[in-house]
């Protein structure tokens, strides 16, 4: 039995020794130490001993399963160690190696001088509003005393939702000086930048979304003199001190009188020559019209509430487009929707 002891210690070691995995480890814990395992099945034979022969080999078997318990808590330690050693060689960063660049965007050239006009104008205390691109013809036409058959009212032009064309997508800001108007009493003072949508083919100076920059002004004595004075001191900031401007006459239905302001074109400096040809810029006009302008009809007033005797306003309306083109010298409309990271990355 002794010999039987002493093999079973000698197998048990040596297959511990070999054993790589917490698995393995186990099995042989059972093999050699369980209920029906190999020292258990050697000590069912104690009762075949003799009275003092029982302790001493009692005695041994107990010092080799002590031994083997002892090993089996050793291999478990190493083996959790190598473990460990492979997961953390595996899984190792090498902080050394060069990380993928990530590339930062910036504001958009059209929001950045939209940003630029808004600060210009709140610092002359305008008020910034908002409004809906899905507009009611009532907003966007009667009330600013656009009749019915208008040609600006043509279904050729607008994008309507529904069939008796009560329902648009706006075609400029201007509803927004009746929203206004509508929830306020003078004195008003805001501006209204936003989409806007008209059935236009896309080209270099056309799209059929682009922005618009509305803003008014009602109050007591309002004149043509303080809408100059506005536009003036927007093109200055915006062009520099040196930009040229002049006013026409034009008509809108919601303003009287009505003017259009332009700007002298940067590039022939109004010859509309450059180098013995035409300038490309503005067609050899020398000038280049930038937004519609003018006082409040007495008839737009009156319908938001507002006593005409008493109070007078202007109103203009811009093209965001064409002032951001002008003001980053972009010779293409189309190039601000593209959203071409190469052309976008020069601003
Ligand atoms: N809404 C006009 C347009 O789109 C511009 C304008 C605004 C004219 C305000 C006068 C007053 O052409």
Wanted: charged share 25%; aromatic share 6%.
């Amino acid at each position: 039995m002794k010999q039987q002891l002493e093999q079973i210690k000698s197998q048990a070691m040596a297959a511990l020794d070999a054993a790589q995995t917490p698995a393995a480890l186990d099995e042989l814990r059972v093999k050699f130490l369980g209920k029906k395992g190999e020292l258990t099945a050697v000590l069912k034979q104690m009762g075949k001993l003799s009275a003092e022969e029982r302790p001493v080999m009692g005695q041994l078997a107990n010092a080799v399963r002590a031994e083997i318990e002892e090993k089996l808590e050793t291999r478990k330690a190493a083996i959790h160690a190598a473990v460990l050693e492979a997961k953390l060689v595996q899984e190792a960063i090498d902080v050394t190696i060069p990380g993928t660049p990530v590339t930062m965007g910036h504001e958009h050239p059209m929001n950045k001088v939209l940003q630029e006009i808004k600060d210009i104008f709140v610092g002359m205390g305008y008020q910034i509003v908002d409004g809906p691109e899905v507009e009611l013809a009532s907003y966007n036409f009667t009330r600013l005393n656009i009749e019915e058959g208008h040609p600006s009212r043509d279904r050729s032009d607008t994008f309507y939702f529904t069939d008796d064309d009560a329902v648009l997508l706006r075609t400029q800001t201007s509803p927004m000086q009746i929203r206004v108007m509508e929830n306020a009493k003078p004195p008003i003072c805001i501006l209204a930048p936003g989409r806007v949508y008209r059935k236009d083919e896309a080209d270099a100076t056309h799209s059929p979304m682009f922005h618009q920059i509305e803003g008014l002004v009602v109050d007591e004595h309002i004149t043509m003199g303080n809408l100059k004075g506005a536009l003036e001191t927007l093109m200055k900031r915006l062009y520099g001190e040196d930009a040229v401007m002049r006013f026409r006459p034009h008509h809108f239905p919601f303003t009287e009188p009505s003017c259009e302001m332009d700007m002298q074109c940067h590039k022939c400096h109004g010859t509309g020559e450059v180098d013995g040809n035409v300038c490309s810029t503005c067609h050899g006009e020398g000038w280049i019209e930038l937004l519609g302008a003018g006082m409040v009809h007495p008839a737009v007033l009156e319908c938001c509430g507002i006593d005409p005797e008493k109070y007078s306003g202007f109103a203009f309306g811009m093209g965001l487009e064409r002032m951001a083109m002008r003001r980053t010298r972009i010779n293409d409309l189309r190039l601000i929707f593209d959203n071409d990271v190469r052309f976008l990355n020069q601003f």
